[in-house]
T-cell receptor, first 114, second 111 residues
Framework: DAGITQSPRHKVTETGTPVTLRCHQTENHRYMYWYRQDPGHGLRLIHYSYGVKDTDKGEVSDGYSVSRSKTEDFLLTLESATSSQTSVYFC?????????????FGPGTRLTVT | TQLLEQSPQFLSIQEGENLTVYCNSSSVFSSLQWYRQEPGEGPVLLVTVVTGGEVKKLKRLTFQFGDARKDSSLHITAAQPGDTGLYLCAGATGGYNKLIFGAGTRLAVHP
């Protein structure tokens, strides 16, 4: 399962409050990603990291920030949560197989913004 | 904006039937991955195809990568209720193995 955990697994928060989601990996992978999944959209990339303190924006980064101060942890922050950020959030890592990279996903965090 | 169009969106079939799911794009991908997702869980990687024209088989599942590396298909032979789930294709593009996902195919196989 690539040793990926996410916390919390479920969260309900109010509009305007800050929220931080945590992704933790145990296998020292360099690349990490945050996605959100909404009905009819598959998964969309929010932010990604290619090393400690090295991050960049994905397709749907507005309203989100990330930090990676240690290889094993990748944090996603919603500075001021909005109802449009109600979603299921997945963290992923990329592992090199020898011929290609493959992404493996955590179990997800279900976030509801009321 | 790169798009990966996946079809059909929904499939409801009887046990024993065959089915094919398609992913198409105008973009070239360095690799393409297929995932299966159960409710309340993260996507689980089924296969990665890398070479144009490549065919991979996983028991009753056959995956094909188009010659131009712009499209892919998943064929399931003699579907079983255990195949029920959400199937996602994802193309690797740009640097850092960023993935573009299709919208998914929700498959229901009835006994």
């Amino acid at each position: 399962d690539a040793g990926i955990t996410q916390s919390p697994r479920h969260k309900v928060t109010e509009t305007g409050t800050p929220v931080t989601l945590r992704c933790h990996q145990t296998e020292n992978h360099r690349y990490m990603y945050w996605y959100r999944q909404d009905p009819g959209h598959g998964l969309r990339l929010i932010h990604y990291s290619y090393g400690v303190k090295d991050t960049d924006k994905g397709e749907v980064s507005d309203g989100y920030s990330v930090s990676r101060s240690k290889t094993e942890d990748f944090l996603l922050t919603l500075e001021s949560a909005t109802s449009s950020q109600t979603s299921v959030y997945f963290c992923a890592i990329s592992a090199w197989t020898g011929t290609s990279y493959e992404q493996y996903f955590g179990p997800g965090t279900r976030l509801t913004v009321t | 904006t790169q798009l990966l169009e996946q079809s059909p969106q929904f499939l409801s079939i009887q046990e024993g039937e065959n089915l094919t799911v398609y992913c198409n794009s105008s973009s070239v991908f360095s690799s393409l991955q297929w995932y299966r997702q159960e409710p309340g869980e993260g996507p689980v990687l089924l296969v990665t195809v890398v070479t144009g024209g490549e065919v991979k088989k996983l028991k009753r599942l056959t995956f094909q990568f188009g010659d131009a590396r712009k499209d892919s298909s998943l064929h399931i032979t003699a579907a079983q209720p255990g195949d029920t789930g959400l199937y996602l294709c994802a193309g690797a593009t740009g640097g850092y193995n960023k993935l573009i996902f299709g919208a998914g195919t929700r498959l229901a196989v009835h006994p």
